[in-house]
């Protein structure tokens, strides 16, 4: 299957700061790209989707002002959390689609985010 | 009502067993289904997919469509501890191909 990296893979940052998570797909070309958030022994939500050149669209409920996200080319988007609060603390996932290859998504290895 | 309803456990078992990981959908419309598997503090990766009614079989794993109860189901065969995760149902979502998911149900096999 194809390969989605994320990165990082945990993060530890102080309250009020900015975190950015990148994700890249390493063997395609996404044309969209998910976020995702996961609390613990929760599931995962969606958060925004991104198309390669356009603006993201935003789950209700999520700040677009808060989490910025960019997709800049058809290999990567990033997911900037900004003046981030302990409450901001989950699991991030990104997933990148690629119309060829069937429509499937891949994830990749989430980032564990903690606000102190 | 939540689109996709999942037991989330947890679920220990012995090593051997039969395990049934079971979801219920709300939406007739939903046409695609999806198992994840994921292992703590990763990413999930796709098990295996549906698409309408029926039964598909990869190895030791078999996913099951019941579109007139609104059901899906997993059964893994011969379960070995290395099957030790979470399992997540999921059905695709919006116009763009977003997943929507179950809670998870959290599987341990014990040796």
């Known amino acids: 299957g194809a390969v989605v990296s994320q990165h990082p893979s945990w993060v530890i940052c102080k309250s009020g700061t900015s975190v950015k998570i990148e994700c890249r797909s390493l063997?395609?070309?996404?044309?969209?790209m998910f976020w995702y958030r996961q609390f613990p022994k929760q599931s995962l939500m969606l958060m925004a989707t991104s198309n390669e050149g356009s603006k993201a669209t935003y789950e209700q409920g999520v700040e677009k002002d808060k989490f910025l996200i960019n997709h800049a080319s058809l290999t990567l988007s990033t997911l900037t959390v900004t003046s981030a609060h302990p409450e901001d603390s989950s699991f991030y996932i990104c997933s990148a689609r690629e119309e060829n290859r069937g429509g499937e998504a891949f994830f990749g290895q989430g980032t564990r985010l903690t606000v102190v | 009502q939540k689109e996709v309803e999942q037991d989330p456990g947890p679920l220990s078992v012995p090593e051997g067993a039969i395990v049934s990981l079971n979801c219920t959908y709300s939406?007739?419309?939903?046409?695609?289904f999806m198992w994840y598997r994921q292992y703590s503090r990763k990413g999930p990766e796709l098990l295996m997919y549906t698409y309408s009614s029926g039964n598909k079989e990869d190895g030791r794993f078999t996913a099951q469509v019941d579109k007139s109860s609104k059901y899906i189901s997993l059964f893994i065969r011969d379960s070995q501890p290395s099957d030790s995760a979470t399992y997540l149902c999921?059905?695709?979502?919006?116009?763009?191909?977003?997943?929507?998911f179950g809670k998870g149900t959290k599987l341990s096999v014990k040796p």
């Open positions: 063997d395609f070309q996404a044309t969209t």
């Open positions: 939406n007739s419309a939903f046409q695609y």
């Open positions: 999921a059905h695709q979502g919006g116009s763009q191909g977003n997943l929507i």
